[in-house]
């Protein structure tokens, strides 16, 4: 993989954790950092296209979360009709460019794949779409236009993937949107979450860009539901919400010591990354420990691991089968010098004078019924950072009004119907404040489902 | 190991694979090359009278398909640009230097008598084995009143042909254009004039893209192009439908026949030969891969013909010959249906588009505990293989004959026959 790594140090505890930044040579960075999987020039998107056997009621079309006719995008890049390829992936996933990055296809379009029945070697269909859709936006313009104006007005809260989704799709259908915004910048986990080599060279604003291009979609950053302005305001403006909130909350470890110094949330510590202007101005620790097992666990661990921590460790409390972490991320993990422990979990952080210094751990296994149970043996890793990524979760706190859930929340996420309606008939929602895969692709589709929904609605 | 010795018309060579007169055998340095790489013979690109033509500058033009470049190939290049004595001596020396390979040497020249004594008379002053008669270039020779203007009127292959074998010993191969009708009247023509053998096919008319920015056919010269002769692997088919009829013409029968159009393997020369070809000639295949693609057409051919048990290219020449008939004596009685090995199935839906959309809705796609599942509807099955062409998987759709106890019956005797409707009145 060509990570840039730091001279082994010396196997000492010195009196002062070692979270430093600059440990690599400057160009380092940029190799580190630089796209993990490069597109595939024309010729070889021509050859890979034409391995696709354009299957009918297509498998792959039936694994993507958005339904993208998949065969009918590869045929057209095989006829160098690479706009109409483009078109027919933005139909159906308007942030196609970012799912061709970031989607894990080994689950999804390409785990379906005929090919891999045949020859366990499916078609690349995700870098096929980043053909397509990377032609569209250096060589093209956004493809849709706007139906006539409704004069209808919908506000979108949350300017992620979900929201973003939902507003293109209403202004195409004629409604004017506003989408609110708590950060400074829309794009969601794309800009803030994904990890910088999947999505380097602000990938994640260029392509929200792209998508605004199409007009009726007015973006105010800076506000925040709760905050700024509350759900019945919305109401009352607007002839329609969407809500797109995501996740505002992370899991503690609820350890004494969850608060000490060098204990951070992978999801706060990588949303610095991407902020970051200068990587090599960004202090990571030599002796890095992630708890967790899902991919922002691994994008956590092998980022440091290419800041130059020196020894990095992720320990998950099952086996490498439960981690929601897809196998092919795993494996990524390992080829970049991350070393993965299963079946332990942490029961103790030593720390001294505030700071984080040693992690302890408990071995784990399943007892009879399946549940998990520590065993009672234990181990210690030296650390000077740690991070946790055990789970991120919606904070329904600015849907709160006069302290009541203006709306139903169950099982921790707003309650919608098949159209993405919440219980209020003016209100809908989807991405991941709402049940339900969390991916980039799923939270598209649902800001999809949810527009035509609510055009439906307003067209009544 | 099988024998692959060829004998043709008393033309001797170690294996049946010639390169056609084309490019490839246009001088000594690429025919000794050629010899080097294994093949058979030669036949010499067309030799034609001083001063010799003059080519174009952009001269083939190609058809890909799914990325598979030269499925599909034509050119526009007339006959040898080099002068004649050049020509003569480099056949002369190369045969001499390898006697045991096949030399043939093409000519082409206008339609008079006494040109093609000429020409005759110093050909034979090579030593080289035999002529063959170009009556079959498409293009630019063709508007000369040469090449397939002559090969598409039979009264002038017979004219020709007999003039040759009047003024040479050697054996005279007549090589057919298949820019014609019906292949049986040249072959026939051919026959009447006392040729040894036929070759065939000759390239057939075409244009093989068209550049959509300049508005011209390819391969465009200085923004126009031409129709040129069409060959390669695309034209194979048409090859094997002309070797077959004239194999099974009772008025030809005996002919000599060298197959040529779109041999690339050892299987496409032995399909050739089981229609009666005692030869086969490769042009496109090796303007594609080069002269060491030979090695695989004879060491497969031998091999083949070891599990077979055939010793010889005479067991198995001409064997697939009495089975080509016509339409009207097919067994109408015989019933095969599709059967689909779901162990191999890759789940697809080809099978099943293809009959849903555009024949008999005879395959059903089903969900069976969820999974994608086709299955044959043999009622619906007329047997007419569009879903085992369609499926990617080699083998997993299989046509098996249904043993419906009729017997033999052909249009001519079927009651169904409006003919024989009428005669039972």
Same mark, same amino acid.
């Given at each position: 993989m060509g990570v840039q790594q730091q001279q082994t140090g010396q196997e000492t505890m010195s009196d002062q954790a070692d979270i430093r930044a600059g440990r690599l040579p400057a160009a380092a960075y940029d190799a580190n950092f630089s796209d993990v999987k490069p597109p595939l020039d024309p010729a070889r998107a021509v050859i890979e296209a034409n391995r696709c056997y354009f299957c009918y009621d297509a498998p792959c079309q039936e694994a993507c979360p958005t339904g993208i006719d998949i065969p009918s995008f590869i045929k057209k890049i095989a006829t160098d009709n690479l706009k109409g390829s483009a078109r027919v992936i933005l139909e159906e996933n308007i942030m196609g460019g970012s799912c061709a990055r970031v989607c894990p296809v080994e689950i999804l379009c390409e785990e379906a794949c005929v090919r891999n029945t045949q020859e366990s070697k499916p078609v690349r269909i995700g870098m096929l779409q980043r053909r397509a859709t990377d032609w569209l936006m250096e060589n093209g313009r956004q493809p849709f236009e706007r139906a006539a104006a409704t004069g209808k007005r919908v506000a979108v809260v949350g300017g992620g993937p979900a929201g973003i989704a939902c507003a293109h799709r209403l202004a195409v259908l004629g409604h004017d949107v506003v989408i609110y915004e708590a950060r400074d910048k829309l794009g969601g986990l794309n800009e803030y =979450?994904?990890?910088a080599y999947k999505l380097p060279d602000g990938f994640a604003q260029k392509e929200v860009d792209f998508i605004l291009e199409i007009g009726g979609i007015e973006a105010r950053t800076g506000q925040a539901l709760g905050r700024d302005f509350t759900l019945s305001q919305l109401r009352g403006e607007y002839d329609a919400v969407f809500l797109g909130? =995501?996740?505002a909350g992370v899991n503690l470890l609820g350890l004494e010591g969850d608060d000490w110094q060098g204990v951070e949330s992978a999801v706060s510590y990588i949303e610095k990354l991407r902020q970051a202007e200068d990587l090599s101005a960004l202090p990571i620790g030599r002796r890095v420990v992630v708890i967790g097992g899902g991919n922002t666990a691994i994008d956590m661990a092998v980022q440091a691991k290419r800041l130059g921590a020196e020894d990095v460790t992720l320990v998950y409390r099952r086996g490498p089968a439960e981690m929601s972490a897809t196998d092919h991320e795993q494996d990524f993990a390992q080829i970049n010098g991350v070393r993965i422990r299963h079946w332990a979990r942490p029961v103790r952080l030593i720390g001294r004078d505030g700071q984080v210094r040693e992690v302890e751990f408990e071995y784990t296994q399943l007892d009879e019924d399946g549940r998990l149970m520590g065993t009672g043996d234990r181990f210690t890793l030296l650390v000077d950072q740690l991070f946790t990524a055990i789970g991120q979760k919606f904070v329904p706190d600015p849907l709160k009004e006069n302290e009541r859930d203006v709306l139903e929340i169950a099982n921790g996420r707003i309650a919608v119907n098949d159209e993405g309606q919440t219980s209020l008939p003016d209100v809908w929602a989807g991405g991941d404040c709402t049940p339900g895969e969390d991916l980039t692709v799923a939270a598209v589709q649902d800001g999809k489902i949810a527009a035509l929904s609510i055009d439906r609605h307003l067209s009544k | 190991m099988a024998d692959i010795r060829c004998d043709f018309v008393g033309i001797k060579s170690p294996n049946p694979f010639w390169l056609a007169s084309a490019p490839p055998t246009d001088k000594e340095y690429n025919v000794v090359r050629a010899f080097k790489a294994g093949w058979g013979g030669v036949v010499w690109k067309t030799l034609g009278e001083d001063p010799p033509v003059v080519n174009v500058s952009s001269r083939y033009g190609a058809l890909s398909y799914h990325g598979m470049r030269m499925v599909g190939f034509n050119n526009i290049e007339l006959i040898s640009d080099r002068p004649l004595e050049v020509n003569l001596r480099e056949i002369k020396q190369v045969k001499r230097d390898w006697p045991d390979r096949a030399m043939i040497v093409s000519l082409m020249v206008p339609c008079e008598e006494e040109n093609w004594k000429n020409i005759l008379a110093r050909v034979e002053e090579t030593e080289c084995d035999g002529v063959e008669l170009n009556f079959g270039c498409p293009h630019g020779m063709s508007e000369r009143g040469m090449g397939s203007a002559v090969g598409q009127v039979p009264e002038y292959i017979e004219m020709v042909t007999r003039w040759c074998k009047k003024y040479t010993r050697m054996p005279v191969i007549v090589k057919l254009t298949p820019n014609v009708t019906n292949i049986l009247g040249p072959a026939r023509a051919a026959k009447a004039g006392g040729a040894d053998a036929v070759s065939l096919i000759n390239t057939i008319n075409s244009i093989c893209t068209v550049d959509l920015d300049v508005m011209a056919p390819t391969p465009t010269v200085d923004g126009k192009g031409t129709h040129g002769g069409y060959c390669g692997p695309a034209v194979k088919p048409i090859a094997l439908n002309m070797v077959a009829e004239i194999a099974r013409d009772p008025q030809c029968a005996g002919m000599p026949i060298s197959g040529i159009g779109g041999v690339e393997t050892w299987r496409d020369a032995a399909e050739f030969m089981a229609l009666g070809a005692g030869s086969v000639q490769v042009c496109t295949a090796a303007m594609h891969y080069g002269f060491k693609i030979v090695e695989d057409m004879k060491d497969g051919l031998a091999n083949w013909m070891d599990e077979k048990g055939y010793a010889t290219l005479d067991d198995f020449r001409g064997a697939a010959v009495p089975n080509v008939t016509d339409w009207q004596y097919l067994n109408i009685n015989s019933e095969i249906v599709a059967r689909i090995d779901q162990d191999k199935c890759?789940?697809?839906g080809l099978c099943h588009i293809a009959c849903e959309d555009t024949s008999h809705q005879a395959i059903a796609a089903e969900r069976v505990n969820g999974e994608r599942h086709y299955e044959v509807i043999d009622a619906e099955c007329v047997g007419c293989n569009l879903c085992m062409h369609a499926c990617p998987v080699d083998g997993c759709i299989t046509m098996v004959k249904v043993d419906n106890g009729k017997p033999y019956l052909n249009w001519k005797e079927d009651p169904r026959n409006p003919q024989n409707m009428k005669a039972a009145e």
């Open positions: =979450g994904i990890a909130l =995501g996740h | 890759i789940k697809c």
